[in-house]
């Protein structure tokens, strides 16, 4: 248990659906990341969030959206996805941004498969 | 832009036998470092960090130390048990200031322990 709760655990979606993935942290943090872990390519950071404003958009299609109503959730909404978008998608948080040894908590991850 | 390589394995050890798994690193500043690891079917958990140089981080018989010098932070174990299998992912964290937050990861090394 890390502190960090992602629901759903798994995800089926079609190419015209629209879906969103939740995270909510339990530690106080003010910074929450998205992450996408797919089978070929490294860890990618998506977005950051700091005290609920964006920090950072890793160059992400617009067909992933974020939000971020406060410091304790996070969303990441999906609308005509593609199959290339199938990947588990890790969501962390963490202190804060202002200090590199902050260490960054994940959950446990969305797998989301577009079919 | 930072980087982090590692070996991506399949590494394959005998229980009880030393483990060692590289990793190097280019980055401007002085970034933090990291070791996570994710077992089958979970998120990532951190294993050690170290916030500056010549620093070792340290948890359940795994060290490693941040070398400035070769811009290093190779990952050891003593003695390596069957429940050590897993994939082993090495990161970096920006300083402060340093544009843009989140860790940067290596590929993972993964891990396979037999009896």
């Known amino acids: 248990e890390t502190g960090v709760t992602q629901t759903p655990r798994h995800l089926v979606m079609g190419m015209t659906n629209k879906k969103s993935l939740k995270c909510e942290q339990h530690?106080?943090?003010?910074?929450m990341y998205w992450y996408k872990q797919s089978a070929k390519k490294p860890l990618e950071l998506m977005f950051v969030y700091n005290f609920k404003e964006q920090t950072e958009n890793n160059s992400v299609p617009s067909r992933f959206s974020p939000e971020c109503p406060n410091s304790s959730h996070l969303f990441l909404h999906l609308h005509t996805l593609q199959p290339e978008d199938s990947a588990l998608y890790l969501c962390?948080?963490?202190?804060?941004?202002?200090?590199?040894?902050?260490?960054?908590?994940f959950g446990e991850g969305s797998w989301l498969t577009v079919v | 832009g930072d980087s982090v390589t590692q070996m991506e394995g399949p590494v394959t050890l005998s229980e009880e036998a030393f483990l060692t798994i590289n990793c190097t690193y280019t980055?401007?500043?002085?970034?933090?470092l990291f070791w996570y690891v994710q077992y089958p079917g979970e998120g990532l958990q951190l294993l050690l960090k170290a916030t500056k140089a010549d620093d070792k981080g340290s948890n359940k018989g795994f060290e490693a130390t941040y070398r400035k010098e070769t811009t290093s932070f190779h990952l050891e174990k003593g003695s390596v048990q069957v429940s050590d299998s897993a994939v082993y992912f090495c990161?970096?964290?920006?300083?402060?200031?340093?544009?843009?937050?989140?860790?940067?990861f290596g590929k993972g090394t993964h891990l396979i322990i037999q009896p």
């Open positions: 980055a401007t500043g002085y970034p933090s």
């Open positions: 962390a948080s963490s202190r804060g941004t202002a200090f590199s040894g902050n260490t960054i908590y």
């Open positions: 990161a970096l964290r920006r300083s402060s200031g340093g544009g843009a937050d989140g860790l940067t």
């Open positions: 530690l106080g943090h003010n910074a």
